[in-house]
C-alpha cells in the first residue's frame, strides 16, 4: 500500500512547478486570467442566472468565432451534450466540475459556470506553458531565455490566445497533446520505452477529450518504441484493445443518452411537418373545385412537395449549410468530410492565416452565421509576418530532420493536416483547430535557435526575429480580441 501510495504521489510530481519555470508560469497565469476575465466580464450578466433552458441561454447568446459554449451548458446541468463520436468521455471529466455548479448555485442563487470554466482553462494554460518550457528545456536542451521565449511566443498566436479562455475542448486538447509530447520526448531522450499502462492512461485522457486526437498517443507509441511498438502485447493491450474499449463506450453513452433524444426530435419534427401538410391540405380542398379524391390527393401532394422543396432550398442557403462544403458522403464520419472548400486559400488565410493573426474583417466571426469561409487581409504586411513564421517553422524541421522527437511533433501536424486538407474535416473554420498544432511551429523554431548557438550574430537574428514577432502578435491578436470581448 505504501508503495502504491508513493507511485501515486510520484506520477502527481510532473505538476510540480520548479524553480526556474516559475517565471513562465506566473507570466501565462496572469495572461490567461486577464483573457478569461475578459469574456467572463462581456458574458456574466448573461450567463449568471439560473434558468429552465441552459443550451437555449448559452448557445443563442455566446459568439466568439465558431468556438462552442457547451462546456458551460455542461456544468450548469449535466448531460452528455458533446458530440459523443467526437468527444466520447468529455462530459463525464467535466462532472465532477458540474457538481461544484450545482452547490455554489444552491449557495449563492447565481449559475458559476463561466468561473469554473475559466479556472479549468486557466489551468491548461499554465500546464501547457510549463510543459512546452521542459520540451524545449529537457528535451531540445535550448537555453532558458529561449525556452521562455518560444513559450510565450506559443501563445500569442491567435487562436491559441483565444482557446485558452473560451468554454471548448480545445484549450484541455492542447495541454494533452503537450504533456504526451513530454513525456514522450523525455523517455526518446532517455532510451526508455513507452509502458503500457502509460499508453492506455494518456489514450483514454487524450482520446476522450476528442477521439482523433487519441491517435496521436498511438503515434507516441510507435516512435518512443520503434520496433517494440510491433509487440503482441503491445499492440493488443496498448492499442487494439484500448481503441475498441472507447468505441464501445462511445456507442454505449449514444445509445442510452443520445438515441432516446434523437429519435424524440425526429418524431416532433415528423408531427411539425404533418402539421404543416395538414394545413396546406384543409386549405386546398377549401379553395378547390376538384371533386374525385385521387385527383384532390394528387394536387396535395404536389403542393405539400413544392412547399418541402421551397423550405429545403431556404435552408440550403443559411450559412451553417451554405459553408459547410460537399462531403464524401452522408453516413458516419463521411458526412464530417468536404471535398468543395479550397484548399489553397483555406492555408494561406485561415491555416496558416487566422489561426496566427486575427482578420480584422469579419472579427471573430462564426463562418455556420455570417463570417465568409475565406477571408482576405487587408495589409501584404500580414502576409509578410505570416511567411516569416512559416518559414521558420520549414527551416526548423529541416535542422531537426534527424531528430526522433522532431519526426514524432512533425507526425502529430502531419495527422492534423491529412484530416483537415485532404478529408476536409472543419475545413471551413480549420483556424479553431489550430490550438492541436500550433505548438509544434515554435517547437521546430527551437532548432533553428539550437543550430544558432554557435554563431552569435545568426542567434542575434534569431532571437530578435522571433522576440518581434511575437510582440508584433501579442499587440495585434491581444488589441483585437480585447476590442472584440470588451465592445470597443
Known sequence: MRDFIHNIIRCFGIFRIRREERLTAIVILIYSL???GMVVYKYFTLFSSETRNYFRQFVRNFHISGFDPITYVVLSDWFPRYNIYRHPLLAFFIW???CLDKLLMWLTGHNCSLF???????????????????????????????????????????YVMVSISVPDHFSMSMFMLILVLYISGKHIKEHRILGTVQTVVLFFLTAGISLNNG???????????????????????????????????ANAVYAYYEQPRQIKNIKLRARVVAKRHDKIA???KDTTTLRDTAAVNAAIAKLNAANDSAIAKK???????????????????????????????????????ES?????????????????VIVHYRMAFNYVVEGIIVLCFLCGFWLARRSRFAWLAMSFFLFDMVIHLVL????????????????VFTIMMAWLLLKAYNKKWLLWLVRTTLMVTGLYLLLWNGILYGSCLLGA
Open 356 to 372: 496566427i493573426q486575427l482578420h480584422r474583417d469579419y472579427l471573430l466571426g462564426d463562418t455556420l452565421i455570417r463570417r465568409p
Open 34 to 36: 486577464l483573457l478569461n
Open 96 to 98: 465532477p466540475f458540474s
Open 282 to 284: 384543409k386549405a386546398f
Open 424 to 439: 476536409g474535416f472543419g475545413l471551413n473554420e480549420v483556424y479553431i483547430m489550430s490550438p492541436h498544432w500550433m505548438f
Open 315 to 353: 435552408k440550403s442557403k443559411r450559412a451553417v449549410f451554405s459553408h459547410a462544403g460537399k462531403a464524401m458522403g452522408k453516413k458516419g464520419f463521411l458526412k464530417w468530410t468536404d471535398i468543395t472548400t479550397p484548399r489553397w486559400a483555406s492555408i494561406v488565410e485561415n491555416l496558416f492565416g
Open 215 to 249: 491517435i496521436k498517443v498511438f503515434l507516441s507509441n510507435l516512435f518512443v518504441n520503434g520496433k517494440r511498438f510491433w509487440n503482441i502485447r503491445n499492440l493488443l493491450l496498448g492499442i487494439i484493445i484500448p481503441a475498441g474499449v472507447i468505441w464501445w463506450s
Open 116 to 158: 469554473i470554466a475559466a479556472a479549468i482553462l486557466v489551468f491548461c494554460a499554465v500546464y501547457s506553458a510549463v510543459f512546452l518550457y521542459r520540451i524545449f528545456r529537457e528535451v531540445i536542451c535550448v537555453r532558458h531565455f529561449d525556452a521562455c521565449l518560444l513559450t510565450f511566443l506559443t501563445f500569442t498566436f491567435g
